[in-house]
């Protein structure tokens, strides 16, 4: 299990967005390699849909993708619990720490615009380092 603290995290989402990746692929990119290394980097086309204003912010798909990456199940005999209480918690963190879940309440920018990009920045940032301290509360990872 590779180390890392929240400002790298932090840093590591930021440099995804700024290469022009999409909030739920930049969270994804930056914790897949501590959360769950043993999947392709280009499992990230997974992530392309969850960006730009679908509905639930993709910051917080990415994360829900990284969960599952790292506690889902992979045959129907594992029990799902386990996933979806740390998936319905982390949710409900990220609306505590953010107010809200749906990217066009917490985003009130004209998308494609600079504000919306700089907004989007925050909160991946924002939430990469949350992300990271709930996977290391967790045992997920370590930092």
Same mark, same amino acid.
């Given at each position: 299990?590779? /180390? #890392? %603290?929240?400002?790298c995290a932090a840093e590591s989402a930021g440099n995804y967005h700024e290469k022009g990746y999409n909030c739920a692929e930049s969270i994804f990119l930056a914790f897949r390699p501590?959360?769950?290394?043993?999947? %392709?980097? /280009?499992?990230?086309?997974?992530?392309?849909?969850? =960006?730009?204003?679908?509905?639930?912010?993709?910051?917080?798909?990415?994360?829900?993708? $990284?969960? @599952?990456?790292?506690? @889902?199940? #992979? &045959?129907?005999?594992?029990?799902?619990?386990?996933?979806? +209480?740390?998936?319905? /918690?982390?949710? %409900?963190?990220?609306?505590?720490?953010? @107010?809200? &879940?749906?990217?066009?309440?917490?985003?009130?920018?004209?998308? =494609?615009?600079?504000?919306?990009?700089? &907004?989007?920045?925050? #909160? $991946? &940032?924002?939430?990469?380092?949350?992300?990271? +301290?709930?996977?290391? /509360?967790?045992?997920?990872?370590?930092?």
């Amino acid at each position: 299990m590779e /180390e #890392i %603290n929240s400002k790298c995290a932090a840093e590591s989402a930021g440099n995804y967005h700024e290469k022009g990746y999409n909030c739920a692929e930049s969270i994804f990119l930056a914790f897949r390699p501590i959360a769950a290394p043993e999947l %392709n980097e /280009e499992m990230v086309r997974m992530a392309t849909p969850f =960006g730009g204003g679908m509905g639930l912010c993709g910051a917080l798909s990415g994360a829900m993708l $990284i969960l @599952g990456a790292a506690k @889902g199940r #992979i &045959t129907p005999e594992v029990p799902r619990k386990e996933s979806y +209480d740390l998936s319905s /918690e982390y949710h %409900n963190r990220f609306k505590s720490e953010f @107010g809200a &879940t749906c990217c066009r309440v917490l985003v009130k920018d004209k998308f =494609g615009s600079k504000e919306q990009a700089q &907004t989007c920045y925050k #909160i $991946i &940032t924002r939430s990469a380092g949350l992300l990271l +301290d709930f996977l290391v /509360e967790k045992g997920i990872v370590r930092n």
